[in-house]
């Protein structure tokens, strides 16, 4: 469920209490599973990675999972007036009832390792916060509450910190008697700033997490299951042996193609709502062009929210590149390779409108993406910039630039 004005939000709950219409998503809870005889008894994987471009909802659809599935929410009243309500075993088997972990990645943005030591160290005390009842539960062993009480008294080492998640899954599991469900944001954040800095940086941060998601996730009796959110699918997650029940989705599946994003008739209605239905043509101008699976027309909701949140103080104003801030420009410079003077002429005939033929890649290596035009319009698929006209067959794609405020962004990156 994506929300049409506000930001930023604690909850689900939060959110919706800010403002009474939304777009409703919640049939993406009852895409994560299997449907089996009509009994959804499973997730379609133990694991699931999700990419989408930035500002697609994903952080957002995180959030409305965590306070479906929690049991330490009560969300009966609010889920009941959505979609979901039309899948009553759903309801009745998933609604508050399992643990959750959620938490994001967003901010593990460290310079050095013993800066990304640190700020771990804050994120995993902060995610502990809210399970500190832990540490007086006769159900959970004396060796999940010593590693936990020395990571709240101290700071751990990174060799210590990789088994955090399972051992906090593993004492949830514990207290409850039940298989927790983790949700992680921004799962590859951490290792685009560490490709920012320096090429031993990033294999030690690409360590690190190999480490950490295999840990939690690999032959883990505790989960339920998981389900990472980020832009890149990247190589790193391939590494892990024995991980052969993990799946990963990005824009070129059909599966969950209309759960992020706004589509076209989304969009419409959205715009009736706030009676701006004449504002059609011009945010179709402006911000159509993301193709996800088979379902195209679809709109960045960031992009979106921005303009009507302008139009609530401002009845004037028009459609712009709002979502273009100062650190995706400057990421963008980072990442661009504009001193390779091939790369920059592909760059000035994609603001020409000109198409590529390229040869898609299922997962990204931030170490590779320089070396070839093809990984680089990868990147730039994943990542939005680019949008595919044409499949051409199973491993080939024909890519352009996705809408006009990509092309405004690219300009000032130019």
Request: glycine share 4%; net charge neutral; charged share 25%.
């Amino acid at each position: 469920m994506q929300k049409a004005t506000n930001d930023s939000f604690l909850s689900f709950k939060d959110y919706l209490e800010s403002n009474p219409y939304c777009v409703d998503k919640t049939l993406f809870i009852k895409e994560l599973f299997s449907l089996g005889t009509n009994t959804y008894q499973t997730p379609i994987a133990k694991v699931m990675i999700i990419t989408r471009p930035q500002g697609f909802g994903k952080t957002f659809n995180l959030l409305m999972l965590k306070d479906f599935f929690d049991l330490n929410t009560s969300s009966q009243e609010i889920f009941v007036k959505f979609k979901i309500r039309d899948y009553p075993l759903i309801v009745k088997k998933y609604l508050n009832q399992y643990p959750v972990v959620l938490m994001s990645l967003k901010e593990l943005d460290g310079t050095n390792l013993d800066d990304l030591n640190i700020k771990i160290n804050t994120l995993f005390k902060e995610v502990l916060g809210e399970f500190n009842f832990l540490l007086e539960s006769n159900k959970v062993s004396y060796l999940y509450k010593k590693y936990f009480t020395k990571l709240i008294e101290n700071s751990l080492k990174l060799n210590e910190l990789k088994f955090f998640l399972l051992f906090l899954t593993q004492a949830l599991e514990q207290h409850y008697q039940k298989k927790v469900i983790v949700l992680i944001d921004d799962y590859d954040a951490p290792l685009a700033q560490a490709y920012k800095l320096s090429a031993t940086f990033y294999q030690e941060c690409l360590d690190f997490f190999n480490f950490f998601y295999a840990d939690a996730f690999k032959a883990n009796f505790a989960l339920n299951f998981a389900l990472l959110t980020g832009n890149l699918p990247l190589t790193f997650v391939r590494q892990f042996t024995g991980f052969d029940n993990f799946k990963h989705f990005t824009i070129r599946d059909k599966k969950f193609e209309d759960c992020f994003g706004f589509t076209q008739t989304e969009l419409v209605h959205l715009l009736k709502t706030y009676d701006l239905g004449e504002k059609l043509a011009e945010l179709s101008f402006w911000y159509d062009g993301f193709c996800v699976g088979d379902l195209a027309h679809l709109y960045c909701p960031q992009d979106v929210i921005n303009y009507l949140q302008t139009r609530l103080i401002k009845s004037k104003t028009m459609a712009h590149p709002y979502y273009v801030e100062e650190k995706e420009i400057l990421t963008l410079k980072d990442l661009l390779n504009l001193q390779n003077i091939k790369f920059k002429n592909l760059y000035f005939k994609l603001l020409k409108d000109t198409a590529f033929e390229v040869e898609f890649l299922r997962t990204l290596h931030y170490a590779e993406l320089g070396e070839s035009r093809r990984n680089l319009l990868n990147f730039l698929y994943f990542k939005g910039y680019l949008t595919s006209t044409t499949s051409l067959d199973e491993k080939n794609l024909k890519l352009k630039l996705s809408n006009e405020k990509v092309k405004a962004l690219l300009k000032s990156v130019l």
